[in-house]
């Protein structure tokens, strides 16, 4: 690939951002020892996600508005390629001419618990405050903790945790793999069990988008994950499928073990009341069909209506017991 002088990386302005980039950077040159260390240069895009930190995100347009200005970079050929946690890039593609070129290996998909006191989740006092900006999660917490008071809680990573150590917050709830990839995992109280909490589509893994076109796939191919890539294509399908997207309190989770793979789906109501959960297996292979197969059955016990109402929260997202 001697052809490429540079690699344009646009990413948003913030630590697990950098973070996640220099990890495939660092991943890539190591791969291939013809590669020159300057290779990669870090464009930092702001974007809507970002500039409108303190407003709900359904109410703006959903978490695309973490991608949207460096997807449009990437099309207008200012960018060669976008790092995204691939959690916040919606199922349902912008553009037919971008492509996710490269998946990088997923860390552990759980949700995190930091609390003040060091209590756990279930073992919080009553009326504590738990903060978080997911409306899959404040469904969760609700399904859970009736009497537990939620606020909602924007902002990157370490605004957020330094909001709960201002005592904003009793706890909040965090991706575990964004905190293990900033060095922060020694603040985690819990581990949240998939039990309790089933992760959002993708959560934990990291995507590098391009144009389908583009000549760089050669360079980033040789880090890509081919598990990573096949549980997160079976869940993104089912979100594509029914039609759901970040707003809405669903979660799916996919796991590859030898040659079976297993597709573990929940949502729920606003309210915290489980509408529907499923699991379903089958051989690796057919992931696609066994994420339609799941989709028509949640498609004919729901139905798509319901499902598309459950986008947008009537209600104030804060919620007092």
């Avoid at 951002?17 to 291939?32: A, F, G, K, M």
Wanted: glycine residues 4%.
């Amino acid at each position: 690939m001697s052809e490429l002088q540079k690699i344009v990386v646009g990413i948003r302005s913030s630590n697990l951002s950098q973070s996640q980039t220099n990890l495939l950077i660092q991943e890539v040159l190591s791969s291939d020892p013809n590669l020159k260390k300057d290779l990669f240069e870090i464009k930092t895009i702001k974007t809507t996600g970002d500039v409108h930190n303190t407003h709900r995100l359904d109410r703006i347009g959903g978490k695309g508005l973490f991608i949207k200005e460096i997807e449009e970079q990437i099309l207008s050929g200012k960018i060669d390629i976008g790092v995204h946690s691939m959690k916040d890039v919606p199922a349902q593609e912008v553009s037919t001419d971008l492509d996710i070129i490269c998946w990088m290996k997923r860390y552990s998909a759980n949700d995190a618990l930091l609390s003040n006191s060091g209590k756990k989740f279930m073992d919080l006092p009553s009326g504590s405050v738990i903060g978080t900006s997911s409306i899959r999660r404040r469904s969760q917490v609700l399904s859970l903790r009736k009497d537990l008071s939620i606020k909602l809680l924007r902002g990157n990573v370490d605004t957020r945790i330094q909001k709960l150590k201002n005592r904003e917050y009793d706890a909040i709830i965090l991706s575990q793999a964004g905190l293990v990839r900033l060095n922060l995992e020694h603040l985690i109280t819990e581990v949240l069990d998939f039990k309790l909490f089933l992760p959002a589509a993708c959560q934990g893994a990291v995507g590098v988008q391009a144009l389908k076109s583009s000549k760089i796939k050669k360079v980033v191919s040789i880090i890509n994950d081919p598990q990573t890539q096949t549980e997160c294509m079976a869940e993104r399908r089912v979100l594509k499928n029914i039609n759901a997207n970040c707003n809405s309190p669903v979660s799916i989770y996919a796991k590859i073990i030898e040659n079976e793979i297993k597709l573990n789906f929940e949502i729920f109501d606003h309210e915290g009341n489980k509408l529907f959960k499923k699991s379903l297996s089958d051989v690796k292979k057919n992931y696609l069909e066994l994420s339609d197969k799941l989709s028509d059955e949640i498609i004919n016990v729901l139905g798509q209506t319901k499902i598309d109402e459950l986008e947008s929260l009537k209600n104030d997202f804060d919620y007092a017991p």
